[in-house]
Structures are given as structure tokens and as C-alpha cells.
């Protein structure tokens, strides 16, 4: 059974900070996401990962894939307010995606 | 830009009643999902579908149908509605890259999201 761990569950930190978020699944997948979600609001799509290695960077966040480490990251450079938000990671099951549990990004001015 | 309308924002019903909730997508999506979430506990997948008609159970079915009569429109519904099903429910679609073959690269579109409160 696939599952996906994502950690911090919860980072406060302030602008002009950088910090990572991890995404951890359990078993092999050809396919990695990453979405944000504002309160109230719904999902986002933010990046497509498809293949180990791959990198893809839009704005103040990067995200990579390492499938052999079963790991992706989100980068966060110099962050700023407006970044705040929930982000989640989901990783490729057939037809479906298992989801992590979300992190809530605060970042402080 | 792709479109996927949820046909309530905000709901409010009571125990026992049948509650239908309408997703339609405007750009011809094969793939289509109903989710509900809650707060901790990520987004969970009731049921899905990726042709008409067809349809299959996600991780928490129970308590819930769902019908796919068109392409564009997939609708769940609950059939004896309860207090633990109160929840925000998204619906979200996806385009298969490769028809035909299961190709699923494509992100999930998401709705706006329906609020549900079982009173």
C-alpha cells in the first residue's frame, strides 16, 4: 500500500527565510505533485515531477524528485508572505493520487 | 484554463435526508474524483471515475454513491445523510495523456469546494 509522509506538518518562519519541505512515499510511483491551498480555497496545481532528478523551480519555490530515494523536496528562497498557505505533495497510483497530509506554511513578516 | 464547477459552496441538510452534490467539468476530462477533506487528515478519495458509467471506489466509499451519465458531470450523493459526513468535499478532473492506454500524468483540476454541514 502506498502512503506518503510529508514533514513539518506545520512551519512558521519568517520572510527572507529559506526552508524545505520533504516529501516522503512508500513505494515506487513514475509520477510526484506538489500543490498550494489557500484558506478557504480549493487546490492549486503547482508542479509536475515525472522522473528522477527532475527540477522545477517557479518563482521563490523548487521542487525536485528523487525516485530512488522515494523523496521530493519544495524549496522555499527568501520566502515572503504571500507564500503562505498549505502545501501538499501526492504521489501517482494508477488511476489515483495518495496525498500527504499537508503543510501549513505561515511565514511572518 | 480548465473549469471544474462544484454547484454549492455552502450546504446545510439533516440526518437522514439524500444529498446530492454536482461536479462539472468543461474540458473534456476523462478522469474525474470526488474527495472529501478534513481538517488533519489530508484529502481522502471517496470515489472516482475515468470513463462514463464507469466508476470505482476510492479509500472510504461507505455511506456513499456516485453517477456518471455524461462525460462533464459527476455527481455524489449521500444516501441517508449523517453527522460524520459533515466535511468540505472537492471534486477534482484530469485528461489521461494517453488515451486508450491508462496514461495519468496530467495534474488533477480542482473545484471550489463544497462545505457540507449534516445537522
Redesign the interface.
Known sequence: ELKVEQNPLFLSMQEGKNYTIYCNYSTTS??L?W?RQDPG?????LF?L?SNGAVKQEGRLMASLDTKARLSTLHITAAVHDLSATY?C?V?S????I????TKLIIKP | DVKVTQSSRYLVKRTGEKVFLECVQDMDHE?M?WYRQDP??????IY?S?DVKMK?K?DIPEGYSVSREKKERFSLILESASTNQTSMY?C?SSSSTSPGT?G??????????TRLSIL
Open positions: 513514475d509520477r505533485y500543490y480555497k480549493s487546490l492549486e496545481s509536475v515525472l501538499f501526492a501517482g494508477n488511476y489515483q493520487l496525498w500527504g497530509a499537508g | 478522469n474524483f488533519g487528515l489530508g484529502l481522502r478519495l472516482f475515468y470505482e476510492g472537492l477534482a491508462g495519468h500524468n496530467q495534474p488533477q483540476h480542482f473545484g471550489d469546494g
